[in-house]
């Protein structure tokens, strides 16, 4: 069993930057991709950053490439979410989800394991 903890969220104003973190422990090593998903009210939850096994493969979503940085820390059993040039469209719940068979995609059901989420709130 792995259990995440996300902390980092809060409210800023666009154009600033928050960094997020997801603390994992248990059996961290049994991990492949981690993800971080966002949920806004009434939207569906979508994958923003992957961090593939490893640390050094990332996969970006559009909406959030050149702003937004995924990194890893197997030694301290992190994954970090750099969140830069904020847009109130940017505000949502943030999940960190983690999986431990071969699929780094985008589709949250498939993740094995979720933290409970940290709030995002940018403000115009």
């Known amino acids: 069993q792995v259990r995440l903890v996300e902390s980092g969220g809060g409210s800023v104003q666009a154009g600033g930057s928050l960094r997020l973190s997801c603390a994992a422990s248990?059996?961290?090593?049994?991990?492949?991709?981690v993800t971080w998903f966002r949920q806004a009210p009434r939207k569906e939850r979508e994958g923003v950053a992957t961090?593939?096994?490893?640390?050094?493969?990332?996969y970006y979503i559009r909406s959030v490439a050149g702003r937004f940085i995924i990194s890893r820390d197997n030694a301290k059993n992190a994954v970090y979410l750099q969140m830069n040039s904020l847009k109130p469209e940017d505000t949502a719940m943030y999940f960190c989800?983690?999986?431990?068979?071969?699929?780094?995609?985008?589709?949250?059901?498939?993740?094995?394991?979720w933290g409970h989420g940290t709030q995002v709130s940018v403000s115009s």
């Open positions: 989800a983690a999986s431990v068979t071969g699929y780094c995609g985008g589709s949250p059901e498939r993740y094995n394991y």
């Open positions: 961090n593939y096994r490893g640390g050094s493969s990332t």
């Open positions: 248990g059996d961290p090593a049994s991990l492949n991709c």
